[in-house]
């Protein structure tokens, strides 16, 4: 049976909606329909964190609130998901007096012209609900999704720690209805699949993983949605028809992460952020590369399948799991099949995914004791944007000596991809100074890469070579004294 509605919560209000396109997009609904106007739209793609608001959904229980961009979040993917906006956020006695991130604003002078703020203050409002005791570090990690071209920032990191500092959690409107919404939550997912639309324009959200791949059967064409952190700019800027859209980031069997043996496996429909405590625990090294994608609002919504998925060559997954020797599973109707994640890429723009086809899981062996890992991004700004070389390597070292060597790159050709010279001159070799150099200057014979308005080729080959020159000077300095 089909449900030609969508539900879910706005503050406190019940929403159901049976007229929604695939491309209607939440910040459009809240400004322009319900006159939610704190929500700002600054770029419409994601970028600014203007438009913040939070989601929460329900995933094995466990209610679980995110910042994300309302410019790029689709209508529809809100289905059986709680909205807050900033109208939502008061003091604890009640509307009309300032919520403690609010006041903190306030107090640090963390706004000026203010087109930012109401962003920023979700954004805070997420980290205060989540993290009551951040670090500097960790503040500015919450903020790198939200630009503000007025107040250097300063004041509003202070903003953050005065917020901390104020407490008051458990006096949260939010927090206080939590087990309410949760139960309001559950009481909207039926395990039916949806389908709504605005004229032609389709959305269709399965019942389950089964019904995606029946769907998919049905529209072998459809556009798949997962976090839409590509998709929606797709229709925001691009003004791109995307009917019938599938919509997938719901699926609970999709967003599971898991360690098999010694395989980590990651669900199709797992983000960034939910992927993070794998990483931590199984990939340290990566941590830091983790927290190089995007913004926590896009890290948030966005997915390492649709990442893999979208075939982007400089998607910043695909190299460290090329690295690492993953593999990608892929489910045709009943079938499956598991490709080497290497080989899932054949050329720019074309991947080994057949029509029907869907992204199920990636598989990541865990690397041997003693494996050496590293993961590199350059970009022309630390925080959110977008690669112009990334580097995943892994090298296991025996009696002194690099036994085995996997460096993938993205960003140096029109697909992620090994880079077989330089593999050779390391495979083999002493761990020593010499071998790294000699690996560094073999890059140019791998790739031909393109220069872009984010890098020259020249300086694409350049900064490859260093970056394994600096994988080399990272080892600690006993390790590499006594390796000369
Ligand atoms: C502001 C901003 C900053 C960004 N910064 C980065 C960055 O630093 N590094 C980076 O790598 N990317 C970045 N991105 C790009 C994007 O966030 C990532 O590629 C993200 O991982 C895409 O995942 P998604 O779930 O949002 O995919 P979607 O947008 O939902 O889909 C992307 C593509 O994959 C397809 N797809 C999705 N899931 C599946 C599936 N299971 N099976 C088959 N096809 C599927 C879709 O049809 C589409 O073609 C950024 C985007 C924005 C807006
Ligand atoms: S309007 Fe800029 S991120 Fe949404
Ligand atoms: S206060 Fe003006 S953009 Fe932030």
Not at 272 to 282: G, L, N, R
Not at 398 to 408: C, L, N, P, S, W
Request: glycine fraction near 10%; hydrophobic fraction near 40%.
């Amino acid at each position: 049976m089909t449900r030609n509605h969508i539900r879910f919560l706005l503050n406190g209000d019940e929403v159901t909606l049976t007229e929604c396109g695939a491309r209607d997009m939440l910040l459009d609904f809240l400004r322009v329909n319900r006159r939610l106007t704190g929500t700002k739209e600054g770029c419409a793609e994601g970028d600014c964190g203007a438009c913040t608001v939070l989601v929460g959904r329900l995933h094995e229980g466990v209610l679980r609130y995110d910042p994300v961009n309302a410019c790029i979040r689709p209508l529809a993917a809100c289905d059986g998901c709680h909205t807050v906006t900033v109208e939502a956020l008061h003091g604890a006695d009640g509307s009309g007096s300032l919520h403690p991130v609010q006041r903190a604003m306030v107090e640090a002078h963390g706004t000026q012209c203010g087109f930012c703020t109401p962003g920023i203050v979700m954004a805070l409002y997420a980290l205060w609900l989540t993290n009551p005791r951040p670090s500097r570090e960790e503040v500015a990690r919450a903020l790198q999704g939200n630009l503000c071209r007025c107040t250097g920032y300063g004041p509003i990191l202070d903003a953050a720690e005065a917020a901390a500092s104020a407490g008051g959690q458990e006096a949260d409107a939010l927090m206080r209805r939590r087990d309410e919404v949760a139960r309001a939550l559950a009481a909207m997912r039926d395990g039916r699949r949806v389908e709504v639309a605005r004229e032609h324009d389709r959305a269709i959200l399965p019942g389950s993983v089964d019904d995606l791949a029946a769907a998919l059967m049905e529209h072998p064409d459809a556009t798949i949605v997962a976090g839409a952190t590509d998709v929606g700019l797709w229709v925001t800027k691009h003004l791109r028809d995307i009917a019938p859209a599938l919509f997938i980031a719901h699926l609970p069997e999709l967003r599971r992460t898991d360690v098999d043996g010694d395989t980590l496996i990651i669900g199709a429909g797992v983000t960034w952020d939910e992927a993070e405590q794998m990483v931590a625990q199984h990939l340290p090294e990566a941590l830091p590369y983790w927290h190089r994608v995007a913004g926590w609002q896009v890290r948030a919504a966005g997915t390492v399948g649709g990442n893999i998925a979208n075939g982007s060559p400089i998607g910043d997954s695909p190299p460290l799991l090329i690295a690492l020797g993953a593999e990608v599973t892929l489910r045709q109707g009943d079938a499956r099949r598991t490709v080497p994640l290497e080989r899932y890429f054949i050329a720019y723009g074309k991947q080994d995914r057949q029509p029907g086809e869907f992204v199920e899981s990636i598989r990541i062996p865990l690397p041997a004791p003693g494996t050496r890992i590293a993961a590199e991004k350059i970009s022309k700004r630390p925080d959110s944007d977008i690669t112009a070389v990334a580097m995943g390597l892994a090298l296991t070292i025996e009696d002194g000596r690099i036994a085995t060597a996997r460096i993938a790159y993205g960003g140096m050709a029109g697909i992620p991809r090994r880079a077989p010279t330089v593999e050779a001159a390391l495979t083999g070799a002493p761990l020593a100074e010499a071998s790294f150099e000699a690996a560094a200057q073999a890059v140019a014979q791998d790739f031909t890469p393109l220069s872009d308005w984010r890098a020259s080729a020249d300086y694409r080959r350049l900064v490859a070579g260093n970056l394994i020159r600096r994988f080399w000077l990272s080892q600690p300095e006993a390790q590499r004294e006594a390796a000369e």
